[in-house]
């Protein structure tokens, strides 16, 4: 048996590897270059010390990426949810076409966010916007969508939600289909109605599958980034920049590479507190089930 583990255990080489040079090794030089006053391209460095740390506490833009960030990642993840939830109800009933409706569903997923929010940005621009020109055909003022702080973090939750929600649609879908009908017809014997059977059989047996979904959607809207580049680059004047495309602004545009590092590093332990926070939550819910 041991020389059988052992033979096992080297075809996790590969895997090590990879997560060395690609997660670690980038991971390791972020946090290191955090400590240095940098342009990204000069031979010499300035250290710095954990001034560029103290620096986020009084940086109004690093502040406002941050609210939007958490905007970006709980609140998509919420819309993305219920709607997902609800689609995932529609579509485990049998009707025709439902397998039809289920790849319309989760095509936007299969598409480049890049690509999504240049395409996205053609209905919400202004000036000859799809959503526009319906508003003004209805004798309604045109908005700018995208000039505006709080109806250009709107759009980019709305495109963001519109695109991943074919996911969770999926992940919910998969864990109805594994719910045990007796379940569902011992409780209908029993006189619950369909509030009853949602509320008390069905959803409590789709935590593993909420688990995945809200893990899943809210990691990826906390490091949201092309479609926010494709939409408003972050503006207007830096007001829906998440951390992801501050990074990315800190880093090319002021040439402040150390703080841009300081920046991700902060991003990393912020996103990974957060998904262990939310893991260990549903890690409970599970067993709470299962009893």
Do not use: C
């Not at 395409?119 to 700018?144: A, S, W």
């Amino acid at each position: 048996m041991e020389k059988r583990y052992k033979k096992l255990n080297i075809y996790y080489i590969p895997a090590v590897i990879i997560m060395l040079l690609f997660v670690a090794y980038p991971l390791a030089n972020a946090i290191y270059l955090s400590f240095f006053n940098w342009n990204g391209y000069s031979q010499s460095k300035e250290f710095f010390g954990i001034n560029n740390y103290i620096s986020l506490v009084t940086d109004k833009n690093f502040l406002i990426a941050l609210r939007n960030t958490l905007l970006y990642g709980f609140g998509s993840t919420f819309f993305q949810q219920v709607i997902g939830l609800a689609l995932a109800l529609f579509l485990n009933t049998k009707f025709k076409g439902r397998k039809i409706v289920r790849t319309v569903i989760y095509m936007p997923a299969m598409v480049s966010g890049l690509v999504m929010g240049y395409i996205m940005y053609f209905f919400f621009q202004t000036n000859g916007g799809v959503i526009n020109d319906i508003l003004l055909f209805f004798g309604i003022d045109k908005v700018n969508w995208l000039g505006q702080a709080n109806t250009a973090i709107f759009a980019i939750i709305f495109v963001n939600v519109w695109q991943f929600v074919g996911i969770s649609m999926v992940i919910y879908l998969a864990g109805m289909q594994g719910i045990s009908q007796s379940y569902i017809e011992a409780a209908t014997i029993d006189g619950a109605n369909s509030w009853q059977l949602f509320r008390h059989i069905i959803l409590p047996l789709l935590t593993p599958a909420l688990s995945s979904s809200v893990t899943f959607n809210l990691i990826g809207g906390l490091k949201l980034y092309d479609v926010i580049i494709a939409l408003t680059d972050g503006g207007p004047a830096k007001k829906s920049n998440s951390l992801a495309t501050y990074i990315a602004n800190r880093y090319f545009d002021a040439e402040r590479a150390g703080y841009a590092a300081a920046v991700g590093v902060f991003s990393f332990v912020m996103i990974m507190v957060i998904a262990m926070i939310v893991n260990n939550y549903f890690r409970k819910k599970e067993k709470e089930v299962e009893i």
